[in-house]
């Protein structure tokens, strides 16, 4: 590994002229960066930059968020996707305010403590906020610094994960500015040392980078072994009337928190009447239409049939131009738009 003083110098020299202009990089404070790197968790960082500044007006602190309902916070995050972040963020505002006076704490461990916040997130807050020299590391960071070393090792094996860590705090606990060090880390990794055709000739490093003398930077680090998604298959139940969609909110499992039409697991060929004894649906059509959606670890097969539900606890019918106002996942407006698709253009719903 190069002198990691000489390091972290020309990493802040580069971010200082070469960072990207991000919403939560202009006023910078310990909770925006929280919620910013709880909402960049696995979303696109141009998808958190347009959704970034209408979130902290409507939570501009701990408090506001604490004082909303978790079906508030559910409804700003739509479209956002893995809404369990936003349901741990608003138990943290809850912890922040009750254990911590509504201020976020600069203590790693107390940062560590709160729901969402592993040693990445802590380490982010900590450095970039209140200034601590705690490593961080993702995708992004391991890749800088194993083509660094051209370590042709696997980085998210535990010997690996152990590697990139210790590498990374040698590197923040030799910078002046932590947290501009560690922003500049994941910075290099988005925007030059990509993981597909990284632009060597516009990196700070290039010349104490052991890849790029090898010639290896694209076989640095090797990749990832593929996973399998799990394949789930649910039957959705739409029952829409003068308007209005019957919808309940889920209590476990995919998009928990959420508004969606029933869901009823089980195979492709389960009949309507079995469909009628797990939902307490008064009728089920037979499937009209079907897709799938992809989840990070499932491949989610929907069969969507037409149905009708009397009075039923926790069934409740919101009417269908109301919808975009409301906390429901993208895969449920699937649903219900799949058993619409021949109606008219008055019941067609929001993006």
Not at 113 to 118: E, N, R, S
Request: net charge positive; hydrophobic share 45%.
């Amino acid at each position: 590994m190069p002198a990691a003083t000489r390091l972290s110098k020309a990493l802040e020299r580069w971010f200082l002229r070469a960072a990207r202009d991000l919403p939560w990089r202009r006023e910078r404070s310990a909770w925006a960066t929280l919620v910013s790197e709880i909402l960049l968790q696995q979303t696109q960082v141009v998808r958190v930059a347009e959704r970034f500044p209408e979130f902290m007006e409507r939570f501009p602190d701990p408090a506001a968020m604490a004082r909303s309902s978790v079906e508030s916070v559910l409804r700003c995050w739509r479209g956002l996707g893995y809404y369990r972040r936003a349901r741990s963020l608003h138990a943290a505002a809850r912890q922040i305010v009750a254990t911590h006076g509504g201020k976020v704490p600069a203590d790693p461990i107390a940062l560590r403590d709160l729901p969402g916040v592993g040693r990445y997130t802590a380490g982010a807050i900590a450095s970039i906020a209140f200034g601590k020299a705690e490593p961080i590391v993702d995708g992004n960071v391991a890749r800088v610094v194993s083509r660094l070393v051209d370590r042709r090792r696997s980085a998210v094996d535990g010997p690996g994960v152990a590697w990139t860590w210790d590498a990374a705090t040698r590197i923040v606990q030799a910078a002046a500015n932590p947290g501009r060090t560690n922003e500049a880390l994941m910075e290099l990794g988005a925007t030059v040392c990509t993981p597909v055709s990284p632009r060597c000739d516009a990196c700070p490093l290039r010349a104490m980078c052991g890849s790029r003398k090898a010639g290896s930077q694209d076989l640095v680090p090797p990749p990832k072994p593929g996973t399998k998604r799990q394949v789930v298959v649910l039957h959705g139940l739409v029952d829409v009337r003068d308007g209005a969609v019957a919808l309940e909110r889920r209590g476990s499992g995919l998009w928990q928190g959420l508004l969606s039409p029933p869901l009823v697991p089980g195979p492709a060929g389960m009949k309507p009447r079995a469909l009628c004894q797990a939902s307490g649906a008064l009728h089920v059509d037979a499937a009209s239409a079907r897709f799938e959606f992809q989840t990070t670890h499932r491949e989610v097969r929907f069969i969507v049939h037409a149905a009708r539900f009397g009075k039923r606890a926790g069934l409740r019918r919101i009417r269908l131009n109301r919808l975009s106002g409301e906390a429901i996942s993208a895969a449920a407006l699937r649903v219900i738009r799949a058993a619409r698709q021949d109606r008219p253009q008055v019941d067609r719903l929001p993006a």
